[in-house]
């Protein structure tokens, strides 16, 4: 199981170190907590920023977009799940927010230097003593929550120093939680013991996100989590939530309307924060590929059907086709030939 | 007076009925009692703002008893060891192993008992919403347990109203969230139910609510009567139309 995690973790790891390397280039604060990595490890491999404005015809967006420089106490928490790698923004927009990378370098030490970043790496923390009370949480969390508060409130994040001149935002990142490796058996089992320590922990986390400025990117692999009661809350209880579903080994990998790219995006869930409506994209189909230098997002984009049958690829079509492809369904607007109705 | 409204939301937000009806009682002079368990109070206030009211005010003149579940909870979890000399938190429940909100319905019926020098036209108690109650360790029982405790002190005895939000799905694996949605079911007065479009994603229509009114519950016995309309929201606005009139269409 673990091994199948890995390389479907691909592209989930790149969207993590995204979110982080975006965060060293604004010059954010960083908080990293792992189980599985160390942290100094994820970030030695963030990759490098491309500051060159010759390449932005080519290049997406950041997809998490933190908007909190402008409010008093923005949140987010920005939900990964594993099983597919990340993408980039599509290239449709034209406003240029965030910053681009080149995948195939990592960043450089001196770039990252003058950063100041903390570390939560499980195995070394389990041996430290705790005081905290629990409320019946699973331990790794509750003891990953208080590092954040402490962080939080030390650094000043929440507000409480008003002799801090300079306002920063904490991004933090928290790889594959709820997975084995932090203690939690609900991936491993369908009756496990405490199936409310991963949503009370998200509580707290949203709670003290939402009194500071702090953004947050967690992924979870939810493909091995066998109780979906649990995904629903999770996806109650969070912001953004968005789904990668990668190709590999699944049956879409040979199917020729996919081939040009290396994954899904589904979009399951966008903040409506402090208004009535939420800003939704016009597209909800989105594909993602990872190419040599670049990941990026598109729309989804069926290629042209050469064969006999009379056959059209436009991007009207798209929603409905691939809302018919997603759903298993035969019948198409693009006429293939070897798809019945 | 004394009605109790369901608020149900499936593949959609439902949130938007949440602000309307806030700033609904507010607007006509009552005492709201807020237990708002999802968001913070910022984002109730900027959007009960683009609406027109503001929540500091009614706060500051005590028309609105707020709790802000998300800074109880963390008070609760960074709290000090020592026993406060206070009273104990409304969501205990969390930290204790026996699942009991009796210290959340005390929080509500303090709230809404009404004190000698009130001049409220009513009484409400607003929830945002009861699914968050579950993920954090409550069980359905004691949750239901908690709404009709709610519903016998709030709309039988002090003759106010109760509007709530659930969530539900069609295809949920959720059990016990859909034994609550179901089981409140029952017992409204009035049921508003939005859902997202059979047919998916659309720009110009968001959703459909079906408005249910519980006439099988009166004395009369007449069959419920549903509407269903169409809607539209807007930053400062809901537009509902029937169906298949939307602005879009016409």
Avoid at chain 2, 111 to 134: F, N, Q, R, Y
Avoid at chain 2, 172 to 195: A, K, T
Wanted: one cysteine or more.
């Amino acid at each position: 199981i673990f091994t199948e995690e890995d390389t479907y973790g691909l592209y989930s790891n790149l969207l993590f170190k995204y979110f982080l390397a975006e965060g060293v280039v604004c010059g954010h604060h960083l908080f990293v907590a792992s189980a599985e990595e160390h942290p100094d490890n994820i970030l030695k491999e963030l990759p490098a920023p491309l500051l060159d404005d010759s390449c932005r015809n080519e290049l997406g967006e950041e997809t998490t977009a933190v908007k909190s420089e402008d409010l008093e106490d923005s949140m987010k928490i920005a939900w990964r799940y594993q099983n597919l790698p990340k993408m980039e923004a599509s290239p449709t927009t034209s406003t240029k927010f965030g910053h681009y990378y080149d995948v195939s370098k990592t960043m450089s030490p001196e770039l990252f230097q003058p950063i100041k970043w903390h570390s939560f790496y499980l195995p070394e923390e389990l041996s430290l003593q705790s005081k905290m009370k629990t409320c019946n949480m699973n331990g790794a969390y509750t003891r990953l929550l208080q590092s954040i508060q402490k962080i939080i409130y030390q650094e000043g994040f929440d507000g409480s120093d008003p002799q801090k001149k300079q306002k920063n935002i904490l991004r933090i990142g928290i790889q594959s939680l709820g997975s084995m490796l932090w203690g939690d058996d609900i991936c491993s089992s369908d009756a496990p013991e405490d199936i409310h320590s991963l949503t009370k922990f998200l509580y707290v986390l949203r709670g003290l996100l939402r009194k500071s400025l702090s953004a947050c990117i967690i992924t979870v692999p939810s493909h091995l989590i066998q109780n979906k009661a649990i995904m629903e809350r999770v996806t109650n209880l969070s912001d953004i939530v968005v789904g990668l579903e990668s190709f590999i080994g699944s049956e879409r990998e040979t199917n020729p309307l996919y081939k040009d790219y290396h994954g899904l995006v589904h979009v399951h869930q966008i903040p409506r924060l402090n208004s009535l409506i939420c800003d939704v994209s016009d597209t909800k189909d989105l594909a993602f590929r990872l190419k040599r230098k670049l990941f990026t997002i598109e729309r989804l984009h069926l290629p042209p059907d050469l064969s006999d049958t009379v056959s059209q690829a436009s991007k009207q079509d798209l929603a409905e086709s691939a809302k018919l492809l997603s759903s298993g369904c035969g019948a198409m607007a693009i006429g293939k030939k070897h798809l019945d109705f | 007076q004394g009605k109790f409204t369901l608020l149900r939301d499936t593949r959609t937000d439902g949130s938007f009925l949440v602000h309307h009806f806030l700033s609904f009682y507010l607007r006509a002079g009552c005492k709201v009692c807020f237990v708002a368990l999802l968001q913070s109070f910022s984002h109730y206030n900027t959007v009960a703002q683009k609406l027109g009211l503001s929540l500091t005010a009614a706060k500051e003149r005590g028309q609105l008893v707020f709790l802000e579940g998300l800074k109880s909870c963390l008070d609760l979890f960074f709290g000090e060891q020592e026993e406060q000399s206070g009273p104990p938190s409304p969501l205990q429940f969390i930290s204790e192993s026996a699942s009991n909100l009796k210290a959340l319905f005390d929080f509500v019926r303090t709230s809404l008992t009404p004190a000698d020098s009130d001049s409220w036209k009513g009484l409400v108690l607003l929830v945002d919403d009861l699914s968050v109650l579950l993920s954090l360790g409550a069980t359905p029982v004691a949750v239901l347990d908690f709404i009709h405790y709610c519903r016998v002190t709030v709309c039988s005895q002090l003759k106010g109203n109760i509007v709530l939000l659930v969530h539900s799905n069609e295809d949920s694996e959720d059990e016990e969230n859909e034994l609550v949605g179901n089981s409140l079911c029952h017992d409204s007065d009035l049921i508003l139910w939005v859902e997202g479009l059979a047919t998916g994603f659309c720009k110009d229509v968001h959703g459909q609510i079906k408005i249910i009114r519980r006439m099988s519950l009166e004395l009369t016995a007449e069959p419920d009567h549903i509407q269903i309309y169409q809607y539209k929201i807007q930053d400062r606005n809901v537009t509902f139309f029937a169906r298949g009139l939307s602005a879009a269409v016409l």
